[in-house]
T-cell receptor, first 116, second 117 residues
C-alpha cells in the first residue's frame, strides 16, 4: 500500500540551530501539504504545493521557515533558526489532485520536533 | 471564527459498545467536504471517512459511519462495536471546495477516545 514517507521521525535540537524535514508523497500525487500540530491541537496548514509551485504559504513564518519542492515530487521544510515555540509535530500530506472538496489527503507518520 | 468545533475533549466507551463523537462546522460555501481522521499515540493521521456536502446518503466505512445533518451543520462520527485499538485522538476536518486555490483542511481540536475492556 502506498504511503507518505517522512524523515526523521524524531528530532531534538537546540534553539538557534537549523533543522530540516523531508517528505516523499504517494507516487503520482501532485499536491503536497505541510502541517504543524502543536500538542493538544489539530494540525494547521503551513504550506501547500501543486507540483513544484506554492499555492498557499500564508501561514508559513517566512522569516525562519522555508519549503521547497524542486522537481514536484519530494519536499523539504526547513527552520532556521529554530525557536522554543517551534516544538511540535510536523505532518506532511499528499493528494492526487487539488480537485475541490472531495479530494482526500493522506498523511505521513510525522516528525516530532523538540527544541531545547 | 472557529470553523470546526469538537465539544468533547474526552470520551470513554466500553469495548463492543457504540460511541458517537460530535462535530459541528461553520461555512458559507455550498460545496465542502467533511473528513474524520484517527491519530493514535504514534502520531500518524489515518483517514477514516468522508462526507460531501451534496451527498444524499450518510457515509459508511466498515464500523465507521457519519451522521450528517446538513441543516444543523453537524457531522458526527459513529463507531460501532468499539475495539481496544480504537483508543486514539479523533479529528473532524473540513475542506471548502475552492478551485485552483488553497484547499487546506481545517481541523477541530480533537476528541480523545478511550475504549475500556
Amino acid at each position: 500500500e502506498a504511503e507518505v514517507a517522512q524523515s526523521p521521525r524524531y528530532k531534538i535540537t537546540e534553539k538557534s540551530q537549523a533543522v530540516a524535514f523531508w517528505c516523499d508523497p504517494i507516487s503520482g500525487h501532485a499536491t503536497l501539504y505541510w502541517y504543524r500540530q502543536i500538542l493538544g491541537q489539530g494540525p494547521e496548514l503551513l504550506v501547500q504545493f501543486q507540483d513544484e509551485s506554492v499555492v498557499d504559504d500564508s501561514q508559513l513564518p517566512k522569516d525562519r521557515f522555508s519549503a521547497e519542492r524542486l522537481k514536484g515530487v519530494d519536499s523539504t521544510l526547513k527552520i532556521q533558526p529554530a525557536e522554543l515555540g517551534d516544538s511540535a509535530m510536523y505532518l506532511c500530506a499528499s493528494s492526487f489532485t487539488s480537485g475541490g472538496a472531495r479530494e482526500t489527503q493522506y498523511f505521513g507518520p510525522g516528525t516530532r520536533l523538540l527544541v531545547l | 471564527a472557529q470553523k470546526i468545533t469538537q465539544t468533547q475533549p474526552g470520551m470513554f466507551v466500553q469495548e463492543k459498545e457504540a460511541v458517537t463523537l460530535d462535530c459541528t462546522y461553520d461555512t458559507s460555501d455550498q460545496s465542502y467536504g467533511l473528513f474524520w481522521y484517527k491519530q493514535p499515540s504514534s502520531g500518524e493521521m489515518i483517514f477514516l471517512i468522508y462526507q460531501g456536502s451534496y451527498d444524499e446518503q450518510n457515509a459508511t466505512e466498515g464500523r465507521y459511519s457519519l451522521n450528517f445533518q446538513k441543516a444543523r451543520k453537524s457531522a458526527n462520527l459513529v463507531i460501532s462495536a468499539s475495539q481496544l485499538g480504537d483508543s486514539a485522538m479523533y479529528f473532524c476536518a473540513m475542506r471548502e471546495g475552492s478551485q485552483g486555490g488553497s484547499e487546506k483542511l481545517v481541523f477541530g481540536k480533537g476528541t480523545k477516545l478511550t475504549v475500556n475492556p
